[in-house]
């Protein structure tokens, strides 16, 4: 019989490892909790992550098999993750394992969770890490796009996007040639979010300007049913038929930064949090921003605004020695 495959996104794939697949049924209910319960593949591929990296653990000082997993064994790889990782990662490790065990009791594969009462480490964040651009900045970045070429529209375009809709890389590189649409009389965007949430918003002028240009010169008015942000090999310079990857846009970013000559290291997640930060320096409100960022909560919004990290260097200038 083959082992069975559990796809986690991005073209990977994951196999039960031997510890949570003592029998078929309990190797059934661990291909469900990944198939069945957890239907976003980042998450899916993180939490595999997370739970293959225990088995290997498990495996590797020979602890017994499934049955035998304790809140003490729990509590101690814990505590050994804490000495490599961060204690995000730290707690979405853990998050990982209570969530798989306890998908294993109710389907009556163990008889209580482990991992239940293990507390992770605290971690409490007031200000993400996200690098932000200044507007001056960003305007540089996208004015040293050569703009004589289709790829060069379609990186504007992206761009502008992430900054203009505070839209995460994913929901724009699922997008269609029908998701940017008129409405009265005015452009506006549908972002493909996590979860299957649909999110609509009206384009800002330079958006608008910059994503009727790319689609011309693209020529993907007749194809609305077709990716909006296509692949280009580096070959030729030509969009292909089928949509960017992560990696894509990654790369093209660090290629127009170092273009631009910004040396900050900038990700997709930065034009997001510096659409936030402008729209509110220039008098917009937290609640809007959270709306305009499909948050489901003003504090995640708020981790974006940098608008302290200005206040704070005007202050450190004032110590002149």
Known sequence: MAQPIIPIGAGGTFSPPVLFAPDPGAAKRFIEFFTANIRNPNTRAAYARAVRDFAVWWDDNRLGGLIDIEPVHVAAYVELLQQRLAAPSVKLHLAALRMLFDWLVVGQVIRSNPAAAVRGPKHSVKKGKTVVLTAEETRELLDAIDVSTTVGLRDRALIALMTYTFARVGAGIRMKVEDVYIQGRRTWVRL??????????????????????????????????????????????????????????????????????????????????????????????????????????????GLYDRRNDQLTLDEVERIRI
């Open 192 to 301: 493909h979010e996590k979860g299957g949430k649909l999110h609509e918003m009206p384009a800002h002028h330079s958006l608008e300007e910059y994503l009727h240009a790319y689609i011309e010169s693209a020529g993907l008015s007749g194809s609305p049913k077709s990716p909006l942000f296509r692949a280009a090999p580096r070959r030729n310079g030509r969009l292909t038929e089928t949509a960017m990857a992560r990696q894509d846009v990654y790369r093209m970013i660090a290629r127009r930064a170092a273009i631009a000559g910004i040396h900050s290291k900038i990700g997709c997640h930065s034009f997001r949090a510096t659409g936030i930060t402008q729209y509110l320096t220039n008098g917009g409100k937290l609640e809007i921003a959270q709306q305009m960022a499909n948050h489901e909560s003003a504090r995640t919004t």
